[in-house]
């Protein structure tokens, strides 16, 4: 089972570089997050999509675009990439949307912006 | 906004013994549901357990348990009989209908042999 699967997983790119990270997953889900993580923060959301056709903005959404291709795919794009990007990206489909339904992550994109 | 609060940047505890890892949250819906994850040092999140804010009894899942005081806004997670494999980061979050997963900052747990 594949679950959810983004890339690249390792990525280095010089100020003002654009790039996107892909996310699809396989388990049908309707809602679909990007996730960054810094060291002692925790995951602070970029931006969610609850259903395919919909996107929302998290708690730190400011530098990046998202577009919800289809309900498999959620990718995550940087239009300018600055040092303060430098961390690691997850991106997380879930099962349900009322209450409960778990996130079922990636394994991470680790991305260093010089 | 929601907020979670993990009030324990670091934690010890013998091996074979129990484990408590705070966590307190703040949301205004009556609606939500509480989760663990664990992130070990090869950077995976795994998850680990869930309460439904309507749920009656606290919930288990093998060595994991929640220790849930609704009116507190308090969910605690209760590792039993640790082992080493339990060294990792564990991260408390909260899910509202309608809108998205928030995160607390996380506790490290070093297991000690």
């Known amino acids: 089972n594949a679950g959810v699967t983004q890339t690249p997983k390792f990525q280095v790119l010089k100020t003002g570089q654009s790039m996107t990270l892909q996310c699809a997953q396989d388990m049908n889900h309707n809602s679909m997050y990007w996730y960054r993580q810094d060291p002692g923060m925790g995951l602070r959301l970029i931006y969610y999509?609850?259903?395919?056709?919909?996107?929302d903005k998290g708690e730190v959404p400011n530098g990046y675009n998202v577009s919800r291709l289809n309900k498999r795919e959620f990718s995550l794009r940087l239009e300018s990439a600055a040092p303060s990007q430098t961390s690691v990206y997850f991106c997380?489909?879930?099962?349900?949307?009322?209450?409960?339904?778990?996130?079922?992550f990636g394994s991470g994109t680790q991305l260093s912006v010089l | 906004a929601q907020k979670i609060t993990q009030t324990q940047p670091g934690m010890f505890v013998q091996e074979k013994e129990a484990v408590t890892l705070d966590c307190t949250y703040d949301?205004?819906?009556?609606?939500?549901?509480l989760f663990w994850y664990k992130q070990p040092s090869s950077g995976e999140m795994i998850f680990l357990i869930y309460q439904g804010s309507y749920d009656q009894q606290n919930a288990t899942e093998g060595r994991y348990s929640l220790n849930f005081q609704k009116a507190r806004k308090s969910a605690n997670l209760v590792i039993s009989a640790s082992q080493l494999g339990d060294s990792a980061m564990y991260f408390c979050a909260v899910h509202n209908y309608g809108q998205n997963f928030v995160f607390g900052p996380g506790t490290r747990l070093s297991v000690l042999p």
């Open positions: 997380a489909s879930s099962d349900r949307d009322r209450g409960g339904g778990k996130l079922f």
């Open positions: 999509s609850a259903s395919e056709g919909t996107t």
């Open positions: 949301t205004s819906d009556p609606s939500y549901g």
